[in-house]
């Protein structure tokens, strides 16, 4: 089978890419361009023309008790970052409000931290009761492991959807971490989709990973039904374990989106950290594998694009993130709109 004939397949007989059935040859040695390409017809079948932007704010820094190898914000880790508590909640509005009016789709409060808890997620609530009342940006969180109680009062203060990576493969995790296990990931994840949540979960490349660890996240996220799927590549920042990881190729950047659009070819496949590594920040793979991305400043280090130069990118890329100019085959129109009333 060729990666033209997989993408007829897919799009015509509802085939799916399974651990039974996945050809890893095909997908490792298929021509980068015609794959990207490949990819790009599954996107426009799947999402339109639609790009999906969000932006996030750091609502607490630091002093993480977790030691994740890749993080700036683990307390076991010395990287000089800031170290603040919860931050107001006119600050937080202010910057939910700028981005909404640069045209963003989505906003996130992230905090560092195992888990949110006790006043400071009573505070995280209060501050997403007000942007629901108050804005018309989807609301979203990323507080760690909190149980059910808290994503149903996630979900009553309007927020949409959660965001919680699996970071690498199952096999791989332990090497990356070990103060909280792949199975707690799967198992926070699944408490949030039983609250009703959209599930944002995708991971990090370029840890020292090999390509059936890519192969094994894609395929843990497919299974999983995730929705949303952020993929960074590492960025070694100074002070963590993995400050001296060689730089990922951006042509294995690059395979690897068409790689998770093909596994993943209904999810979001969204660009996060190291788009700089990409040429044009991405545009590249935009439309072509990635439907969504992160824009704006990161956690601890500035992104590699800004939302301005995002707009422009997409309207250069004849894309959009308005979904009234949205541009959807015609046999899923009617199913997009049914979508928008639930």
Not at 153 to 179: D, M, Q
Not at 311 to 325: D, H, V, W
Request: charge should be negative; proline fraction near 3%; aromatic fraction near 6%.
């Amino acid at each position: 089978m060729t990666i033209t004939e997989l993408t007829d397949k897919i799009i015509n007989e509802g085939y799916r890419i399974t651990r039974e059935n996945l050809d890893k040859e095909l997908l490792l040695h298929a021509d980068l361009e015609e794959m990207l390409d490949c990819a790009g017809k599954l996107q426009k079948r799947y999402c339109g023309n639609l790009v999906d932007f969000c932006s996030i704010i750091n609502g607490r820094s630091g002093r993480c008790s977790e030691n994740c190898k890749y993080c700036a914000q683990a307390a076991c880790n010395h990287t000089g970052i800031d170290e603040y508590d919860f931050l107001p909640k006119e600050k937080i509005f202010a910057a939910a409000k700028a981005n909404q009016d640069a045209g963003v789709n989505r906003f996130a409060i992230v905090t560092a931290g195992r888990a949110l808890k006790g006043k400071d997620f009573d505070k995280a609530i209060e501050a997403y009761k007000e942007m629901h009342e108050k804005l018309d940006i989807k609301l979203c969180a990323s507080m760690g492991f909190i149980d059910a109680d808290q994503f149903r009062r996630l979900k009553e203060a309007g927020v949409t959807s959660y965001h919680h990576n699996i970071e690498t493969s199952r096999r791989n995790f332990p090497n990356i971490c070990t103060t909280h296990t792949f199975e707690d990931k799967i198992r926070t994840i699944k408490i949030a989709q039983e609250a009703g949540l959209c599930v944002c979960s995708g991971g990090i490349i370029g840890m020292g990973e090999d390509w059936d660890d890519r192969f094994d996240m894609a395929l843990t996220l497919a299974e999983l039904g995730i929705e949303s799927i952020p993929i960074n590549a590492l960025m070694p920042i100074k002070g963590t374990p993995l400050q001296d990881m060689p730089q990922i190729s951006a042509e294995d950047v690059a395979r690897t989106f068409a790689i998770f659009r093909f596994i993943n070819p209904t999810a979001n496949i969204r660009m996060a950290a190291g788009r700089g590594i990409l040429p044009e920040s991405g545009a590249t793979v935009m439309g072509r594998g990635a439907s969504a991305s992160i824009t704006g400043n990161m956690l601890t280090t500035a992104g590699a694009a800004t939302i301005t130069s995002d707009m422009q990118m997409l309207k250069k890329l004849g894309l959009t993130n308005k979904e009234e100019e949205a541009v959807f085959p015609k046999e899923l129109v009617e199913e997009y709109k049914a979508s928008l009333k639930k």
